[in-house]
């Protein structure tokens, strides 16, 4: 059998022991330096296979987390965007393809200047995170959230700061889907913020689940 690993400059550990192999991941702290995490295997290969071609198909064992603003918002500007209490490291199991997390958390943030106004006509979503070309896709652990997983949007009116907090309690973070936060506002004249979940895998085969949470 073969295994392999692509984690590029963020450090992995591969372990074998008593046939089952695994690759112990921690996500960097910084969302500018998150890498993706790649992972393969092959199991059918034989001995007898020396000075043989071996094919491996890769897959990506994060989950991808962009935001996005949707069609109706107050007048304002996004400061940050920040996910709270957020499990960051665990082991991937090859043998089931299924990660165990371990029990610490960490904050990501991403520092923003997007202004956004209720005047400006917005058909469906508009990223404002994971563009191409940008270095700010959140690429996380793939995860059940739980009662601490928060999201935090930071939103500037007038010289006045609002912190905007919601729960992301039973979110589901699947690995190699890119799931996207959609950002609305209840109404055109105050903030309260409505937040649309979607996810769909990265080669965009799969479905589609949504989400709505509102924070007051």
């Known amino acids: ?5 692509n984690a590029g ?3 992995a550990t591969f372990s074998l022991s008593n046939g089952n192999p695994t690759l112990s991941y921690t996500v960097v702290d910084a969302v500018a330096n998150q890498q993706d995490l790649l992972v393969a295997k092959n199991v059918g290969v034989t ?6 071609p071996i094919s491996l198909s890769f897959n990506h064992a994060l989950t991808a987390v962009q935001f996005g603003i949707g069609s109706t918002m107050a007048d304002g500007t996004i400061k940050k965007i920040e996910l709270r209490g957020i499990k960051n490291s665990g082991t991937y199991n090859y043998s089931n393809d299924t990660w165990t997390l371990n029990s610490s958390t960490k904050n990501y943030s991403i520092t923003l200047d997007v202004p956004i106004s209720r005047n400006k006509p917005n058909s469906g979503t508009t990223l404002i995170t994971g563009q191409s070309g940008s270095n700010d896709l959140m690429l996380l652990m793939p995860q059940t959230l739980g009662e601490n997983a928060k999201l935090v949007v930071t939103i500037e009116s007038n010289g006045t700061s609002h912190d905007l907090t919601m729960s ?25 913020l409505k937040v649309s979940e979607s996810a769909l895998t990265t080669d ?5 689940v949504s989400t709505t949470v509102t924070s007051y």
């Open 168 to 192: 992301l309690l039973g979110g589901e973070w699947i690995p190699g889907h890119t799931v996207t936060y959609s950002l609305s506002t209840e109404k055109e004249t105050d903030y309260v």
């Open 204 to 208: 965009e085969v799969g479905g589609i």
């Open 47 to 52: 001995g007898d296979d020396t000075n043989t």
């Open 1 to 5: 059998a073969f295994y392999a690993y």
């Open 9 to 11: 400059n963020t450090p």
